[in-house]
């Protein structure tokens, strides 16, 4: 039964924590969550598995939809982190690095991809509610939410944010690269024709420049405490 599940949509560009908000928030509620983004990554991913040495502009758009319709994807929540399954191999880091992102946003940018991904994003949608995060969430996937919130924060700042949790992971890295990377990114998914990354008109937008992850759960938390009817 889906009939009385609820949805919270939190959308916004790369890297403004999304993904660790809508995990806190779900965990809070005892909600379903939605990475919606794991499934342009996942997609990117398998085709480059099929496709090596291949760009996304180089591949039939039907094969590149067909990948994104068969995805074997399961999810699991291990310590409060989403452990993401592909033909039952764990590929959670190997999908979040820049260079799968960037794919991600190219084959998200082709319609038939999103099409074919609309009804498996939709199913996350289970008693009693669902907090789900994306680009789209609130303008297309669920335009029913009965609360949909707008995360953004400056290029900097999300740039600073990221270079920081491949540091705390030893992982090398350039700021001003991932600054780059981000702003193409953040181009390519706001200037698509398809589902393009904005605000729905009724989002409630919250800039999280100078906020902590804590401080943006409770506003969420707040805004649910008076949005959402909890049963
Ligand atoms: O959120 P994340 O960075 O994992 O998303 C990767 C890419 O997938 C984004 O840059 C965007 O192009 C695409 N995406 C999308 N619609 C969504 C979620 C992600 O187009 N709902």
């Given at each position: 039964m889906?009939?009385?599940?609820?949805?919270?949509?939190?959308?916004?560009?790369?890297?403004?924590?999304?993904?660790?908000i809508?995990?806190?928030?779900?965990?809070?509620?005892g909600?379903?969550?939605?990475?919606?983004?794991?499934?342009?990554?996942?997609?990117?991913?398998?085709?480059?598995?099929?496709?090596?040495?291949?760009?996304?502009?180089?591949?039939?758009?039907?094969?590149?939809?067909?990948?994104a319709?068969?995805?074997?994807?399961?999810?699991?929540?291990?310590?409060?982190?989403?452990?993401?399954?592909?033909?039952?191999?764990?590929?959670?880091?190997?999908?979040?690095?820049?260079?799968i992102?960037?794919?991600?946003?190219?084959?998200?940018?082709?319609?038939?991809v999103?099409?074919?991904?609309?009804?498996r994003?939709?199913?996350?949608?289970?008693?009693?509610?669902?907090?789900?995060?994306?680009?789209?969430?609130?303008?297309?996937?669920?335009?029913?939410?009965?609360?949909?919130?707008?995360?953004?924060?400056?290029?900097?700042?999300?740039?600073?944010?990221?270079?920081?949790?491949?540091?705390?992971?030893?992982?090398?890295?350039?700021?001003?690269s991932?600054?780059?990377?981000?702003?193409?990114?953040?181009e390519?998914?706001?200037?698509?024709?398809?589902?393009?990354?904005?605000?729905?008109?009724?989002?409630?937008?919250?800039?999280?420049?100078?906020?902590?992850?804590?401080?943006?759960?409770?506003?969420?938390?707040?805004?649910v405490?008076?949005?959402?009817?909890?049963?």
């Amino acid at each position: 039964m889906t009939d009385n599940a609820q949805v919270i949509c939190l959308d916004g560009p790369s890297g403004v924590g999304k993904g660790t908000i809508c995990l806190a928030v779900a965990k809070k509620l005892g909600w379903h969550i939605l990475d919606s983004g794991s499934l342009y990554r996942i997609t990117a991913l398998q085709v480059s598995r099929e496709f090596p040495g291949q760009s996304v502009y180089e591949i039939d758009e039907a094969q590149l939809a067909e990948i994104a319709l068969n995805l074997s994807v399961s999810y699991e929540e291990v310590n409060d982190e989403l452990v993401i399954y592909l033909d039952g191999e764990d590929i959670t880091e190997l999908i979040r690095n820049e260079k799968i992102g960037a794919q991600a946003s190219q084959v998200a940018a082709i319609p038939m991809v999103r099409e074919a991904l609309l009804a498996r994003q939709r199913a996350f949608l289970l008693e009693p509610g669902l907090v789900a995060d994306g680009r789209d969430m609130g303008t297309v996937v669920f335009p029913q939410a009965e609360l949909k919130i707008y995360l953004t924060a400056s290029a900097e700042e999300r740039a600073q944010r990221r270079y920081k949790q491949l540091k705390d992971k030893g992982i090398d890295a350039n700021l001003s690269s991932l600054v780059e990377e981000l702003r193409l990114r953040d181009e390519r998914d706001m200037n698509r024709k398809t589902a393009p990354l904005k605000p729905a008109s009724d989002a409630i937008i919250i800039d999280t420049t100078t906020l902590d992850i804590t401080q943006v759960t409770n506003e969420v938390m707040r805004l649910v405490d008076q949005r959402v009817r909890l049963s």
